[in-house]
């Protein structure tokens, strides 16, 4: 096969297959918040029916925990006391998720990825600081607050293998029904921002089998009819009708918002135009990332200038940085997307993870063989090694 047909082969599986302008949702983040038990997986996916490509880029750290804990054979039953050995592995480990959440997150955003935030959302301020950057960043962000009785979270919270306690799915309950449900902290947030909206300005409560089915898993009875969830406790201020109309509504802003490849952000817009420019011009090799823009800027000027979208996207990338300089902007540009990625220091989960577990997991076993230094350091590092290989990109 001559090298032109194979090269020309190459480039139509780069525009194709890999490419950017196969995102249906890009620059779009959801904010999905609820206490403990609340069902936010269960409401996005069977009753939103937000699609798959939305969901797939999740930012939360719990499905790496559920992971990396049994590798360790660590409970997920969360122990507190800073004096407690099992709390402090613990604590180890959920660093380690956290980073690697974070090392998910910088690649998505540097992607142009919808990401989909699963989280309590009780601390509104500290939440708003990451959606600020996002939005600075290009993201039009989109919010959902759903809600149970306080007895339904901690309940659920308990039955559950990962489970933080219930004094403290109790505390995260009270602090988000004071910020979120009466003190309104995210709508008041979302005012004045024309690229954050509040999807539902009043919370679904997540208490009743809206379909006209019983719900019924492994022989077990869920929900009746058109009924209140069997393991639903505590008090229900609202009716099924409310929450018919609220679900109705949420549906429907939740696909406006969603709408395929409309991005309101104009920061957003004018870098996908540029990334989607750069592709075509290179023939699918560079424009799959942002940082791809900072790379031609530098490196071929005179390959900008021929181009309105590129140079227009590498001057929106100067305005987002507030530093014209590249050089100086690409710096400031990757703590911005650190920032936008929760993220508070920069780590190397392959350097000191294992010694750092493993100063944790002596005193774990204090009267057992488990205290081999060797054995487990192997293990503690070869799990650091693995989990770096699982949060690389494709």
Same mark, same amino acid.
């Not at 904010?31 to 069977?46: E, I, Y």
């Not at 500290?126 to 959606?131: E, S």
């Not at 039955?159 to 505390?171: F, M």
């Not at 290989?389 to 494709?394: V, Y």
């Given at each position: 096969?001559?090298?032109?047909?194979?090269?020309?082969?190459?480039e139509q599986?780069l525009?194709?297959?890999?490419s950017?302008?196969?995102?249906?949702?890009?620059?779009?983040?959801f904010?999905?918040?609820?206490?403990?038990?609340?069902?936010? +997986?269960?409401?996005?996916?069977?009753l939103?029916?937000?699609?798959?490509?939305?969901?797939?880029y999740?930012l939360?750290?719990d =499905?790496?925990i559920? /992971?990396?804990?049994?590798k360790?054979?660590v409970t997920?039953k969360f122990?507190h006391?800073?004096?407690? !050995?099992?709390?402090?592995?613990?604590?180890e480990?959920?660093?380690?998720?956290?980073?690697?959440t974070m090392?998910?997150?910088?690649?998505?955003?540097?992607?142009?990825? !919808?990401?989909?935030? =699963?989280?309590?959302g009780q601390?509104?301020a500290?939440?708003?600081?990451?959606?600020d950057?996002l939005?600075?960043?290009? #993201?039009?962000?989109?919010?959902i607050?759903?809600?149970?009785?306080?007895e339904?979270?901690?309940?659920?919270?308990?039955?559950? %293998?990962?489970?933080?306690?219930? %004094?403290?799915?109790?505390?995260?309950?009270d602090?988000y029904?004071?910020?979120?449900?009466?003190?309104?902290?995210y709508?008041?947030?979302?005012?004045?921002? !024309?690229?954050?909206?509040?999807?539902?300005p009043?919370?679904?409560?997540?208490?009743?089998?809206?379909?006209?089915?019983?719900?019924?898993i /492994?022989?077990?009875?869920?929900?009746?009819?058109?009924?209140?969830?069997?393991?639903v406790?505590?008090?229900?201020p609202?009716?099924?009708?409310?929450m018919?109309?609220?679900?109705?509504d949420?549906?429907?802003?939740?696909?406006?918002?969603?709408?395929?490849?409309?991005i309101?952000n !104009?920061?957003?817009?004018?870098?996908?135009?540029g990334?989607?420019a750069?592709?075509?011009?290179?023939?699918?090799?560079l424009?799959?990332?942002? +940082?791809?823009l #900072?790379?031609?800027?530098?490196?071929?000027? @005179?390959?900008? %200038?021929?181009?309105? %979208?590129?140079?227009?996207?590498i001057?929106?990338l100067?305005?987002?940085?507030?530093?014209? /300089?590249l050089?100086?902007?690409? @710096? @400031?540009?990757?703590?911005?997307?650190?920032?936008?990625?929760?993220g508070?220091?920069e780590?190397?989960?392959?350097?000191?993870?294992?010694s750092?577990?493993?100063?944790?997991?002596?005193?774990?076993?204090?009267?057992?063989e488990?205290?081999?230094?060797?054995?487990?350091?192997?293990?503690?590092?070869?799990?650091?090694?693995?989990?770096v290989?699982?949060?690389?990109?494709?």
């Open positions: 096969m001559k090298r032109s047909m194979i090269r020309e082969l190459v599986h525009l194709q297959e890999v950017i302008a196969k995102l249906k949702h890009p620059f779009k983040a904010l999905m918040t609820g206490p403990a038990g609340a069902g936010k +997986t269960f409401v996005s996916k069977n939103l029916d937000i699609p798959a490509e939305a969901r797939k999740n939360n750290p =499905d790496i559920e /992971d990396l804990f049994p360790f054979d997920l122990a006391g800073k004096k407690d !050995p099992l709390a402090a592995a613990q604590k480990l959920r660093d380690i998720a956290k980073v690697g090392s998910k997150a910088v690649g998505y955003i540097n992607r142009a990825k !919808p990401l989909f935030i =699963d989280t309590t601390d509104v500290r939440l708003a600081k990451t959606l950057t939005v600075r960043l290009g #993201y039009d962000v989109g919010i607050k759903v809600f149970v009785p306080k339904t979270s901690v309940g659920r919270d308990t039955d559950r %293998e990962r489970t933080v306690g219930e %004094e403290k799915t109790g505390e995260i309950w602090i029904k004071k910020n979120v449900i009466d003190g309104e902290g709508d008041k947030y979302a005012e004045g921002n !024309p690229h954050v909206t509040v999807l539902n009043e919370a679904f409560w997540n208490v009743y089998n809206l379909g006209d089915a019983e719900v019924v /492994d022989d077990k009875l869920i929900a009746k009819a058109r009924d209140k969830v069997e393991d406790e505590g008090s229900i609202v009716t099924i009708a409310e018919d109309r609220v679900i109705a949420l549906k429907k802003a939740t696909s406006d918002f969603l709408a395929p490849r409309e309101n !104009p920061t957003g817009k004018c870098l996908y135009h990334m989607l750069l592709m075509k011009a290179s023939k699918g090799r424009g799959q990332e942002i +940082t791809d #900072y790379e031609i800027g530098m490196e071929e000027p @005179e390959f900008v %200038e021929r181009s309105p %979208e590129i140079a227009k996207a001057q929106c100067g305005d987002v940085t507030g530093v014209p /300089d050089k100086k902007s690409f @710096e @400031e540009f990757k703590e911005l997307v650190k920032k936008a990625s929760r508070k220091e780590k190397d989960i392959t350097v000191s993870t294992g750092r577990v493993i100063d944790k997991m002596k005193g774990f076993y204090p009267d057992s488990e205290m081999d230094d060797e054995r487990i350091g192997m293990v503690a590092e070869a799990i650091a090694k693995r989990l290989e699982k949060l690389k990109i494709k």
